[in-house]
């Protein structure tokens, strides 16, 4: 059993910053891919960013230029550096965590909230 753990969310002004972190721990021998996801309230869960174990890196395009995601291997964790943040942005952000034998895991997710 793999557990997904986010944090660093909250609530910021258009055009301010924010990093999430998300922490896997258990068992986990192999991490392949790591990524974020993000829901709005009435809307479809939707893909933010991944990147692999060797740093390869996707983005959707509307965050292209904005966002980054960073991972520390040694630390089974995965980062979401948000920049330059949009009312758009507004959703819970979730962590998504791909290990051996296909198995996925989800953490609880964090609330992301951009407002005047």
């Known amino acids: 059993q793999v557990q997904v753990v986010e944090s660093g969310g909250g609530l910021v002004q258009p055009g301010g910053s924010l990093r999430l972190s998300c922490a896997a721990s258990?068992?986990?021998?192999?991490?392949?891919?790591m990524g974020w996801y993000r829901q709005a309230p009435g809307k479809q869960r939707e893909l933010v960013a991944t990147i692999t174990n060797s740093g390869d890196a996707t983005y959707a395009d509307s965050v292209k230029g904005r966002f980054t995601i960073s991972r520390d291997i040694a630390k089974n964790t995965v980062y979401l550096q948000m920049n330059s943040l949009k009312v758009e942005d507004t959703a819970v952000y979730y962590c998504?965590?791909?290990?051996?034998?296909?198995?996925?895991?989800w953490g609880q997710g964090t609330q992301v909230t951009v407002s005047s």
């Open positions: 998504n965590v791909r290990v051996q034998l296909m198995r996925q895991y």
């Open positions: 258990g068992n986990i021998v192999t991490i392949y891919v």
